[in-house]
């Protein structure tokens, strides 16, 4: 049994450009926007992670990853300017089959990091800073499927907090026997 972390990058900028211009909908809560799937998807979304990449799917929004009956799979979620302008993060999650995988729980991880202090990130001081990531979680608890599920984020504007949408799209699991 072992841990999966997935890393979900998103294209907040172009997602917050064509809800503003009216070309995709900012969807709601219970009704996110579907980006698509594959190359429609693959604008928006990457997905990377570490090892139990299926083939050629690294950095793809249908990432296909291999697991075992008892292993966690972590999807944590970032913006491609980390958060800056935009915040995302999941919030939703539905799996098919249902009987595959727990339902998600989500958390704030909290981890330490040490990064320079300053300017000169060669030779400088180095520094304790606190980290924060919001991350989605479940265990894959029935062996010898493929497992489609849809993740679901909200995307936030952080000039002033307000939710610029809700998306949707589905990636997979291959479950070893």
């Given at each position: 049994m072992s841990l999966i972390n997935v890393q979900v990058s998103v294209n907040a900028d172009q997602l917050s450009t064509q809800v503003r211009d009216g070309s995709i909908p900012a969807g709601n809560v219970n009704q996110p926007t579907n980006l698509g799937s594959y190359s429609s998807s693959d604008v928006f979304i990457s997905m990377v992670a570490q090892d139990n990449v299926v083939a050629n799917d690294q950095g793809k929004s249908e990432l296909r990853i291999n697991a075992v009956a008892g292993d966690a799979i972590r999807w944590s979620m970032t913006t491609l300017d980390d958060n800056a302008?935009?915040?995302?993060?999941?919030y939703d999650g539905h799996f098919n089959p249902s009987t595959c995988i727990t339902p998600?729980?989500?958390?704030?991880?909290?981890?330490?990091?040490?990064?320079?202090?300053?300017?000169?990130?060669?030779?400088?001081?180095i520094v304790e800073y606190?980290?924060?990531?919001?991350v989605a979680q479940g265990s894959i608890i029935e062996p010898g499927q493929t497992?489609?599920?849809?993740?679901?984020?909200?995307?936030?504007?952080?000039?002033?907090?307000?939710?610029?949408g809700y998306f949707t799209w589905d990636p997979f699991i291959n479950v070893a026997q």
């Open positions: 302008r935009n915040t995302a993060f999941l998600l729980t989500y958390f704030n991880m909290h981890t330490k990091l040490y990064l320079p202090a300053g300017a000169e990130p060669k030779n400088g001081v606190d980290s924060y990531d919001y497992i489609q599920y849809t993740l679901s984020f909200k995307l936030i504007d952080n000039s002033n907090g307000q939710v610029i």
